[in-house]
């Protein structure tokens, strides 16, 4: 009898132990996948990764080949006249779409090259958007990328537009000074990038890892110059 249930308690011993053994088998298969699917996860990432890195190189290439190489360089920028009227918003899309933004003068020095280059490019045209606003906060004008704005150019009396102006204008019969203007009012624009210096860091952090020879060459092929 006591060997009988001597059997029987080693059977219920190696049957636990056969599932003690099963589940710590089953519990490493688990962390098992799960290391795998992150490693795939991980690989999936860095493809990402590496895919926006082309598409953003892509897009620099673009704006050289677009705004760049078709317009002018002034101040290591460069400028490209738009060929027809928009309001702010589509003049400003149009832009991005060449690789661009609205033109943003800086300073007194791209005022007037500004002047020279739209009188050239834009005969006869009065006036035209530049990518300022206040349309976030009545009086707190940002570039196009939500940037503050620390140099502004206005004429006498502006802005006086109020809430229902907040888009700028560049005014060619008062030297360069600035209005607003209402938002959905159809105007000329300029397109601008800037390049040189900056974009060349931009495309070395941003190309593909790519054989050095080839890094080079596009460098070469499309910097303003």
């Not at 892509?58 to 490209?80: I, N, P, S």
Request: net charge positive; aromatic share 6%.
């Amino acid at each position: 009898m006591a060997k009988s249930g001597l059997v029987v308690c080693l059977l219920v011993i190696s049957l636990l132990l056969d599932q003690a053994s099963s589940h710590s088998s089953r519990l490493k298969s688990r962390k098992h996948s799960k290391r795998r699917v992150k490693e795939k996860d991980g690989d999936l990432k860095s493809q990402v990764e590496k895919l926006w890195r082309e598409v953003n190189a892509l897009k620099e290439m673009q704006a050289l080949q677009t705004v760049c190489l078709r317009g002018t360089k002034v101040h290591r920028k460069c400028y490209l006249a738009s060929e027809g009227l928009k309001h702010f918003h589509e003049a400003n899309e149009d832009c991005i779409s060449k690789g661009g933004t609205l033109v943003v003068p800086r300073n007194s020095d791209e005022i007037n090259a500004l002047r020279d280059y739209a009188k050239r490019s834009l005969p006869g045209v009065n006036d035209f958007w530049v990518g300022i606003n206040d349309m976030a906060t009545e009086g707190k004008f940002l570039d196009v990328n939500g940037m503050a704005v620390s140099f502004l150019n206005w004429d006498r009396a502006q802005p006086n537009g109020g809430k229902r102006e907040n888009c700028v204008l560049f005014s060619q019969s008062a030297q360069g000074k600035w209005s607003d203007e209402i938002c959905r009012t159809s105007k000329k624009y300029i397109s601008f990038r800037e390049f040189l210096s900056q974009i060349k860091q931009q495309q070395q952090e941003k190309l593909p890892q790519t054989p050095q020879k080839q890094k080079l060459k596009l460098m070469k092929l499309y910097t303003c110059q």
